[in-house]
């Protein structure tokens, strides 16, 4: 499988995990950006920039999935 490949499947493991364990999440990270590698959180914050910085040192980027966290529901306008 060809990196990018890869780096597709990863992407699309975590985002599946992120949306099966959502409300686990909001329980503990409401208003937070939170990092996800391997299926699991590594780190969490409420300052998207913090965060990265330190995700960014620990973590190879391009496989790490940052989402926000939030029991509100978001209202688009289009």
């Given at each position: 499988m060809s990196e990018h490949l890869a780096l597709f499947d990863e992407?699309?493991?975590?985002?599946?995990?992120?949306?099966?364990?959502?409300?686990?999440l909001v329980k503990k990270f409401d208003g937070e950006f939170v990092a996800i590698?391997?299926?699991?959180?590594?780190?969490?914050?409420k300052e998207l920039t913090m965060l990265m910085k330190r995700v960014e040192a620990k973590y190879p980027v391009e496989r790490i999935l940052v989402d926000f966290v939030s029991s509100e529901k978001l209202t688009l306008i289009l």
């Amino acid at each position: 499988m060809s990196e990018h490949l890869a780096l597709f499947d990863e992407h699309d493991k975590n985002w599946s995990w992120f949306e099966e364990h959502y409300e686990e999440l909001v329980k503990k990270f409401d208003g937070e950006f939170v990092a996800i590698y391997e299926q699991k959180v590594v780190d969490h914050d409420k300052e998207l920039t913090m965060l990265m910085k330190r995700v960014e040192a620990k973590y190879p980027v391009e496989r790490i999935l940052v989402d926000f966290v939030s029991s509100e529901k978001l209202t688009l306008i289009l």
